[in-house]
C-alpha cells in the first residue's frame, strides 16, 4: 500500500487549503483513515480521522469548525479541507489509514497506523 500526499503550499492567514492523499496498491477499503501534522521541534499530532464503518470523525481542539476531513472510495482518495488557517497550523501533514477501526478517538493516536503517507508541507503566513 502506498500513500500519496498532495495539496500542501504557502498560504495567508484566513486562506484555505484542500490535501489530498490517494492510496494505491489496494483498494481504500480501510476502517481508518487520518491526517497527522509534524510541526519544527514538536511531536507528530492527530488533527483529524474518520471511521468507515460508523463514520464517526473526530479533530484535535484547535482544528474543529475549521477542517473537514473526507474520504471518496471511488477515487482512493482522502482529503483534508482547511479553512480558517492560522499561522500555527504551519507544519508537514501526513496521512495514514489502518485496517482495523480502534475505539473512539484513539484513531488521532499516531502508533495505531501502519501505513503512512510521505507528508506534504503546509505553510501559512500571518
Known amino acids: 500500500v502506498q500513500l500519496q500526499a498532495s495539496g500542501g503550499g504557502l498560504v495567508q492567514a484566513g486562506g484555505s487549503l484542500r490535501l489530498s492523499c490517494a492510496v494505491s496498491g489496494s483498494s481504500l477499503d480501510y476502517s481508518l483513515i487520518a491526517w497527522f501534522r509534524q510541526a519544527p521541534g514538536k511531536e507528530r499530532e492527530g488533527v483529524s480521522c474518520?471511521?468507515?464503518?460508523?463514520?464517526?470523525?473526530y479533530y484535535t481542539d484547535s482544528v474543529r469548525g475549521r477542517f473537514t476531513i473526507s474520504r471518496d472510495n471511488a477515487k482512493n482518495t482522502v482529503y483534508l479541507q482547511m479553512n480558517s488557517l492560522k499561522p500555527e497550523d504551519t507544519a508537514v501533514y501526513f496521512c495514514a489509514v489502518r485496517a482495523v477501526r480502534v475505539p473512539g478517538s484513539r484513531c488521532l493516536d499516531s502508533v495505531v497506523y501502519d501505513h503512512w503517507g510521505q507528508g506534504t508541507q503546509v505553510t501559512v503566513s500571518s
Open positions: 474518520k471511521s468507515r464503518g460508523s463514520g464517526s470523525t
